[in-house]
């Protein structure tokens, strides 16, 4: 999930968190559905040793990404992290904890529709990756043949 808005923001929620201080920002990208969604309020905690299955945030490139975290390694002496997006097939390049920012500790919604509702409900059942956006597709599928009925 891309999470960069406009760069001076983006500039000043890296500086909070690298001090320690938690941030609340807006949400953009369908990577993390259906926990979390474009527009979706999270609360980063400044965390540089997250656990395996946190929701973590890190600085690739440009950008602020935010992406669960799928398991540590250390290969010559460097422990990496391994996070992935619950919708994508593959997994991001592994993250060294000085991009990491933070942990995702809170998620604010609003208006939960009832297909969102469902996957949510599921979403424990499913393995990461294709099963999960198959599913997805299914559903957005048969609420699309449900609309076009009425």
Do not use: W
């Not at 001090?19 to 540089?48: A, H, L, Y």
């Not at 994508?88 to 990491?100: H, K, S, Y």
Request: charged share 25%.
């Amino acid at each position: 999930m891309d999470l960069m808005g406009l760069s001076k923001f983006k500039g000043i929620s890296e500086d909070l968190l690298n001090n320690g201080i938690d941030v609340r920002i807006n949400t953009i990208g369908p990577s993390m559905f259906p926990i979390i969604c474009t527009g979706d309020k999270i609360t980063i905690r400044p965390e540089k040793s997250p656990s395996t299955g946190d929701i973590i945030v890190f600085k690739r490139d440009d950008a602020m990404v935010c992406h669960r975290l799928l398991k540590t390694f250390e290969k010559n002496g460097i422990r990496y992290y391994q996070t992935g997006g619950e919708t994508l097939f593959g997994l991001d390049e592994p993250v060294t904890a000085d991009q990491i920012l933070g942990k995702v500790v809170r998620i604010e919604r609003k208006n939960v529709s009832l297909p969102r509702r469902i996957l949510l409900l599921i979403h424990p059942l499913l393995k990461f990756g294709r099963l999960n956006a198959i599913v997805i597709f299914a559903l957005i599928k048969i609420k699309n043949i449900c609309l076009n009925r009425h």
